[in-house]
């Protein structure tokens, strides 16, 4: 009872709150970059090293920069109705 009444509301807040929490979590270059080992390290910091004190490989920072941000973008894509009431549901109605 209680699933079927609060969780239609509670569905577009939820969706938002994990998108958001991926995508944070996605992000966390420094935490990585301080305490991750050659084993354990994560794609941007893996990205990072595309980048030297004398050369950039434009090519190679390019292309793995695409390829690990189109699955945020992918599924931020098919949840962007969820995002949007999520986030105007508890606006107030005058």
């Given at each position: 009872?209680?699933?079927?009444?609060?969780l239609?509301?509670?569905?577009?807040?939820?969706?938002?709150?994990?998108?958001?929490?991926?995508?944070s979590?996605?992000n966390?270059?420094?935490?990585s970059?301080?305490?991750?080992?050659?084993?354990t390290?994560?794609l941007?910091?893996?990205i990072f090293n595309?980048?030297s004190?004398?050369?950039?490989?434009?090519?190679?920072l390019t292309a793995?920069?695409?390829i690990?941000t189109?699955p945020?973008l992918?599924?931020a894509?098919?949840v962007?109705?969820?995002?949007?009431?999520?986030?105007?549901?508890?606006?107030?109605?005058?």
């Amino acid at each position: 009872m209680l699933a079927r009444i609060a969780l239609p509301f509670a569905r577009p807040g939820l969706v938002a709150t994990a998108i958001l929490g991926i995508i944070s979590s996605w992000n966390n270059f420094i935490f990585s970059l301080v305490s991750a080992s050659n084993n354990t390290r994560t794609l941007p910091v893996v990205i990072f090293n595309f980048v030297s004190y004398d050369s950039l490989n434009w090519g190679g920072l390019t292309a793995a920069s695409t390829i690990i941000t189109l699955p945020v973008l992918v599924m931020a894509f098919f949840v962007q109705k969820h995002i949007v009431r999520g986030q105007t549901l508890g606006a107030l109605k005058g």
